[in-house]
Nanobody
Framework: QVQLLESGGGLVQAGGSLRLSCTASGRTFNTLTTGWFRQVPGKEREFVAAMGWSGGAILYADSVKGRFTISTDNTKKTRHLQMNSLKPDDTAVYYC?????????????????WGQGTQVTVSS
């Protein structure tokens, strides 16, 4: 069984930075694909970024490309989403997700494991 634990959310001013972390148990990210999604009330869950097995492929949503970076710790147990130049529109609950396929995907339906979510609030 794969379990994901998220941390790092919080309240930040526009232009600031946060780093979200997603730590996996039961499997390393050598053989897990990670997706980051965000959701606001009443809206569909939105793709943010994803990284495939061993970091071999990375996808970013156009809205965050150049500002957000996904990475893997050397332990291969934790992946991070570094969020820079945050905007109020980035405010959402952010979810870490994973699936066992080698390639990153953009749709939440393809992910089997989900973190608990962490709130990111960006104020003006």
């Amino acid at each position: 069984q794969v379990q994901l634990l998220e941390s790092g959310g919080g309240l930040v001013q526009a232009g600031g930075s946060l780093r979200l972390s997603c730590t996996a148990s039961g499997r390393t990210f050598n053989t897990l694909t990670t997706g980051w999604f965000r959701q606001v009330p009443g809206k569909e869950r939105e793709f943010v970024a994803a990284m495939g097995w061993s970091g071999g492929a990375i996808l970013y949503a156009d809205s965050v490309k150049g500002r957000f970076t996904i990475s893997t710790d050397n332990t291969k147990k934790t992946r991070h989403l570094q969020m820079n130049s945050l905007k109020p529109d980035d405010t959402a609950v952010y979810y870490c997700a994973a699936h066992l396929g080698p390639l990153p995907t953009r749709t939440p339906q393809t992910y089997d494991y989900w973190g608990q979510g962490t709130q990111v609030t960006v104020s003006s």
